[in-house]
């Protein structure tokens, strides 16, 4: 056991107090979740946010003129100028709210995709991508006659930068990729891939899923035409997610989903958009659940995203060192240095599911499959890994707890370490 808990830059004491969850007990034992690359747990004032605003100003919000639809109003498009501030957008109408990083991206593939892929155009994904970021994609590809071409990582995860000019070309329409893998934890050079890509006149969509809830993330310094993720995996609430368009784009693209709220005039001859951001944002939206996002946004500024960066790094450099002792354990992906909170690993020959129900019995919660990125495991020759994620209420004793979970594990087994 290191003896010590926290890490140099968070204090995961006060910031554990925040979260009600950790007072429970799983199955005798404290808690150690180390799932939130999945989802995250949320803080008392994010739950407290949502209570307030169904107890207290709960109405639909753009349509009345009553004193609870303005309240409402104000909860809800104050998170807008939020998320904004936290990627350093340019105006708040270039975000728009969808239901997670799925459908942000889904919209772009829909609206975005089919105005401008045509037969014989090409898509560019990574070997790095999650289901969300490939499967919209081919979809498109098949419909429009175009062409997914996969830029491919080395054995450690990194992505192959030099076989990025052999792909690179002006049929390349459209670049997506992830800014953070879910599964290798791989930060990938987002801005020289964003600037590679642009050189080619290709349109660029960041899958934010993992980076924006963990790492600085700044739009105008990245200059991506599309990012996309969402509220749960950064304490937010479920049902809320993000698309942060250039407004060019946005202004250019037709409306995605429609019906109510996304139109400024109908009638049976002619219907008119609304502006944006609501263009894109049909029907009554997730009012309460934008409220949440907005005290999650909060939080996080609070505690600051650098500190969180740095935070994930000292628990992944640690969990590396005190995983890799273990006889027979292999961590998938790159140096710590080279990720975020993030190790995947595989231990002997135990399925990562037995592992997962034996970590659960310690009252240890961690994810065991494929992460939904059963393209990247086919790569590294493997069919599912089991995987440990650190957000900011982790401590450096709750990689002891995993280690000493696994050692159990190997013990039970007859696989003693
Ligand atoms: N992209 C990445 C990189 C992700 O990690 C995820 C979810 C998504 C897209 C989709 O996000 P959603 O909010 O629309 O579902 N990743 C995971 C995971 O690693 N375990 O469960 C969900």
């Known amino acids: 056991m290191n003896g010590c808990t926290e890490t140099s830059a968070l204090n995961t004491e006060r910031i554990r107090a925040d979260f009600p969850i950790f007072s429970r007990r799983v199955r005798g034992n404290p808690l150690t979740f180390l799932d939130s690359a999945a989802s995250t747990q949320k803080p008392t004032s994010v739950l407290e946010t949502m209570d307030r605003v169904y107890r207290w100003c709960y109405a639909n919000v753009h349509r009345g003129i009553y004193c609870l639809s303005e309240e409402a109003t104000c909860c809800y498009e104050d998170t807008r100028e939020k998320v904004a501030d ?13 239901r997670n990083t799925t459908e942000s991206i889904n919209l772009v593939a829909y609206s975005w995709g089919r105005a401008n892929i045509h037969a014989g155009d090409r898509i560019l994904l990574t070997e790095l991508e999650h289901h969300s970021n490939i499967v919209p994609w081919q979809l498109l590809a098949r419909e429009r006659g175009a062409e997914l071409v996969v830029l491919g990582i080395t054995d450690d995860c990194m992505l192959d930068l030099e076989q990025l000019d052999e792909l690179l070309d002006e049929r390349v329409r459209l670049v997506a990729f992830t800014m953070m893998s879910n599964v290798a934890g791989t930060i990938v050079p987002a801005k020289e891939i964003i600037r590679r890509a642009h050189d080619v006149g290709a349109v660029v969509l960041v899958d934010g899923a993992q980076a924006v809830p963990h790492l600085p993330v700044d739009v105008q310094e990245l200059q991506c035409d599309f990012l996309a993720f969402s509220g749960h995996k950064m304490c937010g609430p479920t049902g809320i997610g993000v698309l942060h368009g250039r407004r060019k784009l946005l202004e250019a693209m037709p409306p995605f989903l429609s019906g109510g709220d996304m139109i400024l005039r109908v009638s049976w001859d002619d219907t008119t958009w609304n502006d944006l951001p609501w263009k894109f944002e049909a029907g009554t939206p ?55 909170g993030v190790v995947a690993f595989t231990f002997r020959d135990i399925h990562p599911h037995d592992l997962a129900y034996l970590m659960d019995l310690e009252g240890v919660a961690i994810r065991a499959g494929h992460h939904c990125a059963q393209p990247l495991h086919q790569r590294l020759g493997l069919t599912a890994t089991a995987r440990a994620s650190f957000y900011v209420y982790n401590t450096l004793e709750d990689v002891d707890r995993l280690v000493a979970a696994l050692e159990k594990a190997a013990t039970k087994l007859g696989r003693g370490a």
């Open 86 to 98: 936290l990627i350093n957008a340019d105006a708040r109408e270039e975000i728009i709210f969808t």
């Open 286 to 340: 997730p009012i309460v659940e934008g409220a949440g996002l907005g005290a999650a946004v909060d939080y996080l500024k609070d505690i600051g995203m650098e500190a969180i960066a740095a935070h994930d790094r000292e628990l992944v450099s640690y969990a590396m060192e005190q995983l890799s002792d273990l006889p027979g354990l292999e961590i998938v992906g790159p140096p710590a240095h080279r990720r975020g």
